[in-house]
């Protein structure tokens, strides 16, 4: 089990490789759907991971990952700790844009087990995004996944003179986007 390094395998041309780090694999999997519905100028390839670190013994199979999005279910504490202990596996390059935080669940904020100013800290002591959406809709799905979109698209060098250096002062912070919409 190694640190996993966002610059030790090379690019490919015109790919996006994007891995979903999450206890709940239901969550993933709506999510992985949403972005692959999506148009996109590259190809998308998603990786699932309920905890990192990931196998090493898999490590020369798998592609150079361009960002990783940890989901923090609001309703789980289980999901909070996984996220907290996986950010040890992660070299520290990876937060230079390269990391994301994506709170989920928090429409229902009188069933929270995890307290959003908790998230919050954490994304900003690892100087991360922390987008905030509700999976449960398809309108939530698509709108998360055009904002991790328009992310792994900057984070895989795909927008000539933008760095991922610079995703939190390009990327608007939404809203929650409520089960309704």
Known sequence: ????????????????????????????????????????????????ARSLPLPSEYDHLRPRIDMVVFLVNLQSQLSFSTVKSSLAHLDA?????????????????????????????????????????????????AYTAQQLLQMLRVCAGHVPGVSALYLGSIIKRPTIVSQDA
């Not at 999450?22 to 190809?43: I, T, V």
Request: aromatic fraction near 6%; hydrophobic fraction near 45%; charge should be negative.
């Open 1 to 48: 089990m190694t640190t996993l390094r966002p610059f030790h395998k090379m690019p490919v041309l015109n790919e996006a490789v994007v891995l979903l780090v999450g206890s709940d694999e239901r969550l993933q999997e709506l999510l992985a759907e949403a972005m692959l519905k999506e148009p996109k100028q590259f190809e998308l390839k998603i990786h699932l």
């Open 93 to 141: 390059s990876f937060f230079l844009g390269k990391v994301c935080f994506l709170a989920i669940g928090g429409g229902r904020v009188k069933h929270s087990m995890v307290d959003m100013s908790t998230v919050k800290t954490l994304a900003d002591t690892h100087l991360s995004t922390l987008l905030l959406s509700e999976l449960e809709s398809e309108a939530g799905r």
